[in-house]
Every structure is written in C-alpha cells, then in structure tokens.
C-alpha cells in the first residue's frame, strides 16, 4: 500500500516560512522513477497543482501564484518531498496535499495523495 505522508504545517505569520515535508512508502518502483509534488485546496477554490519536480529529470515547476517563493525538493535516499515556503501571503492559506505521479514529467493527474496538512497564515 502507497503511503504518503505529510508534515510540518502550522501557522505562520504573513512573511514567514515553512517547510513541508512528505514521506514516501510502498512503491512498487524506485522513489525516483514518480513526479512528486504538491497540491493545495483554498478555502472557496478549486484543489491546485502548487509544485512539481520531474521524474525524467531534476526540473522544477511551479504554479504562477508561488513561483519565486516556492521551492521544492525530494531527497531520494529518505524517500521524501519537501516544499520549502517564503514569504507566505494570507492566500496560502489551504491545505496542502503530497503527490505522487508514476513516470510523468510533471504530476498532473496525481496517482497518490497525501491526507494534508494545514497551512494557516495570518496578518
């Protein structure tokens, strides 16, 4: 069974960080062989893709609304994703998903899902 396995929401002030975490378990391929990202569900908007790193190569991808304060990251020996998160603004204020896509450049149409975890910004 595929696990995924999120980490380190919280709340934060406007302008502050956070980084999320996102453990990976089950796969029947290598960690490395996925596209993993993450999506997010806004109060009143429909679930968004927010990042994504390739499984073809180390390419990055992010959303308009957080490119520039968004990192991602996977470290393969832990099996894990990470969304390192700058200069937060009220409006990221949503649950954020892990995901988890086999062979695809981008995770577009997730495979895998996290359960989510909360990401509260205040003013």
């Known amino acids: 069974e595929v696990q995924l396995v999120e980490s380190g929401g919280g709340l934060v002030q406007a302008g502050g960080s956070l980084t999320l975490s996102c453990v990976a378990s089950?796969?029947?391929?290598?960690?490395?062989?996925?596209?993993v990202g993450w999506f997010r569900q806004v109060p009143g908007k429909e679930r968004e893709a927010v990042a994504s790193m390739s499984s073809t190569d180390p390419s990055e991808n992010y959303s308009d609304s957080v490119r520039g304060r968004f990192t991602v990251s996977r470290d393969s020996a832990k099996n894990t994703t990470y969304l390192q998160m700058n200069n937060l603004k009220l409006e990221d204020t949503g649950t954020y998903f892990c995901?988890?896509?086999?062979?695809?450049?981008?995770?577009?149409?997730?495979?895998?899902w996290g359960q989510g975890t909360q990401v509260t910004v205040s003013s």
């Open positions: 089950g796969f029947t391929a290598e960690f490395d062989d996925y596209a």
């Open positions: 995901v988890a896509e086999y062979a695809a450049l981008w995770v577009t149409m997730p495979q895998y």
